[in-house]
């Protein structure tokens, strides 16, 4: 069974560009969490969807992040935009239904802005 | 490969020996806690977890012991390897409306041979 899978990888984009980042949870997990360690400091979380519903984005840093989850499949993770802040790796989780279930990381995409 | 950070503490272990990573986490109403191993490169992998109504956890080669008087997590790595050379990261869960894990900063482990 495939795991979760982030694209792109790597990313390096300009101030004031727009990146999009998608994640491709585990199949049939409702939940789904985006993750972002910025250099240096500790995993911090950004949101969590069940199935295509936002249930808490109380991580987002700001307006310039919009995350989406069409259909309740992939989600995509959107930053417009981008700014030299914004540097850092972002990690997409998911889960299978309920709380506390355990949570499957994929690889991240890393994201440089300069 | 991911940078994983300039600072963090690091834990150096002789091949074949224990290991013991610690983390004190925030929340006194945490009632959830599962520790990460993050390789160079890869996203956080989980190790093992541990609910609070319990004190200690076994898994393979892996204990997980929890002190809620002093707010207290930590890792024991039985003879340690080399594969076991990364980065450890505890997270913690509220027994809230939200799903989120509050991340610790991590600890480097790197093994000696």
């Known amino acids: 069974e495939a795991g979760v899978t982030q694209f792109p990888s790597h990313s390096v984009i300009e101030k004031g560009q727009t990146v999009t980042l998608r994640c491709d949870p585990i199949s049939g997990h409702d939940n789904l969490y985006w993750y972002r360690r910025v250099m240096g400091k500790e995993i911090k979380f950004l949101l969590h969807f069940v199935k295509e519903s936002k249930q808490d984005e109380s991580g987002m840093p700001n307006n310039r992040f919009l995350a989406e989850r069409t259909g309740g499949t992939y989600s995509t993770l959107k930053v417009q935009p981008a700014e030299l802040e914004d540097s850092g790796v972002y990690f997409c989780a998911s889960s299978q239904k309920g709380r506390n279930t355990e949570a499957f990381f994929g690889q991240g995409t890393r994201l440089t802005v300069v | 490969g991911e940078s994983v950070g300039l600072h963090l503490p690091t834990l150096s272990v002789q091949e074949g020996d224990n290991s013991i990573i610690n983390c004190a986490y925030s929340n006194s109403a945490s009632d959830y806690f599962i520790w990460y191993k993050q390789e160079s490169g890869k996203g956080p992998q989980f190790i093992i977890d541990i609910r609070s109504n319990m004190d200690k956890r076994q898994g393979q080669r892996v204990t997980v012991l929890l002190n809620k008087t002093v707010k207290h997590l930590s890792l024991q790595i039985a003879a340690t390897q080399p594969g076991d050379s990364a980065v450890y990261f505890c997270?913690?869960?509220?027994?809230?409306?939200?799903?989120?894990?509050?991340f610790g900063t991590g600890t480097r482990l790197k093994v000696l041979a």
């Open positions: 997270a913690e869960s509220l027994p809230s409306g939200t799903y989120k894990y509050i």
